[in-house]
């Protein structure tokens, strides 16, 4: 069993940058297929990043991409998700996700999930 625990979120302004972190609890989490989802109020759970365990695969939501960029630090067994240029629809809960290929990944196969982090952006 994989535990993914969010940080980072919280109330910022329109156009500010934020950094959220998500943490693995087992070292073979950095074999994974790790990245984000988000859900805002009343709306279905996006796709937001993800990224391979060697970096050299990268995908974004049509949405996020050119202003969200997600790295990982293996060592670390982290993934985080550099949002910028932060608009008011990106207020969401933002959830970490494990899966172990981009196959299962694009199939919705999410092996393991964060307890998500609350993003506000304020207009």
């Known amino acids: 069993q994989v535990q993914l625990v969010e940080s980072g979120g919280r109330l910022v302004q329109t156009g500010d940058s934020l950094r959220l972190s998500c943490t693995a609890s087992a070292p073979s989490a950095h074999t994974y297929v790790m990245g984000w989802f988000r859900q805002a109020p009343g709306k279905e759970r996006e796709f937001v990043a993800a990224?391979?365990?060697?970096?050299?695969?990268?995908e974004y939501g049509d949405s996020v991409k050119g202003r969200f960029t997600i790295t990982r630090d293996n060592d670390k067994n982290a993934v985080y998700l550099q949002m910028n240029s932060l608009k008011a629809e990106d207020t969401a809960v933002y959830y970490c996700a494990a899966a172990f290929s981009f196959n299962s990944w694009s199939r919705g196969e999410i092996a393991y999930w964060g307890q998500g982090t609350q993003v506000t952006v304020s207009s």
């Open positions: 990224e391979n365990w060697s970096g050299d695969r990268t």
